[in-house]
């Protein structure tokens, strides 16, 4: 039996889609792996790592995370490099990712967003994406599809939006729109920082 919202039974597209994607991001049994790239650019792989400069590896391949943020563009009407550009800044890609605030997983999600969301997993790359996705969407409908107004929401929240009558002057989310919008224009050119 699924879980119950308040607004009732989950969607059949939303069960089917998470259930088609979960097998892609199971995450291994063995332990934490680190990667580091040298400056001659040999990567360099070990399970304990000696520097800083080491990164956890992700256990989530490369091809699984752009076919669930391929799912994730169409099912939301979003562009794959808008996706991806907030997944950069928001977690560097870290499924793992917790901020100071409390949001969690890859897309950076409070715990309050992702039960609205209908994320029961944050850490779950397949279900933290596909709700920051469904967010996402949201704040673009919510805003007349004006990607400013949309990206300040996700990360001050949609009233502090509408209080400010735009985007807030708040440094954080000033620099965040700029960042965000720096990696889709380099995801539009497909050059990709991670993926």
Same mark, same amino acid.
């Given at each position: 039996m ?7 039974r ?12 979960s097998? !892609? ?12 790239? $040298? ?23 490369? =091809?699984?995370?752009? $076919?669930?943020?391929? #799912? ?41 967003? !992702? ?8 850490? &779950?790359?397949a ?13 673009? %409908?919510?805003? $007349?599809? $004006?990607?400013?107004? =949309?990206?300040?929401a996700? &990360? ?10 735009g ?10 729109? #700029?960042?965000v ?10 050059? %990709?920082?991670?993926?």
């Amino acid at each position: 039996m699924f879980k119950q919202t308040k607004q009732g039974r989950f969607s059949a597209v939303t069960i089917l889609f998470s259930a088609s994607i979960s097998f !892609a991001v199971t995450p291994s049994a063995h332990g934490e792996i680190y990667k580091y790239v $040298d400056a001659n650019g040999v990567i360099h792989f070990t399970d304990t790592p000696t520097t800083s400069a080491y990164r956890p590896y992700r256990n989530t391949t490369e =091809a699984s995370l752009l $076919d669930i943020i391929n #799912r994730c563009a169409s099912l939301f009407r979003l562009e794959e490099a808008l996706i991806k550009a907030v997944i950069k800044v928001e977690s560097d890609f870290n499924p793992k990712a917790i901020s100071t605030k409390g949001a969690q997983g890859m897309m950076q999600l409070l715990p309050e967003t !992702a039960r609205d969301m209908k994320v029961f997993d944050p850490f &779950n790359p397949a279900e933290n994406i596909l709700g920051g996705s469904r967010y996402l969407r949201k704040m673009l %409908d919510l805003f $007349d599809n $004006d990607t400013d107004l =949309a990206l300040a929401a996700y &990360n001050a929240g949609p009233t502090t939006v509408r209080r400010h009558g735009g985007v807030p002057p708040y440094k954080e989310t000033v620099n965040y729109i #700029r960042k965000v919008k720096h990696f889709l224009d380099l995801y539009r050119q497909g050059k %990709d920082t991670y993926l």
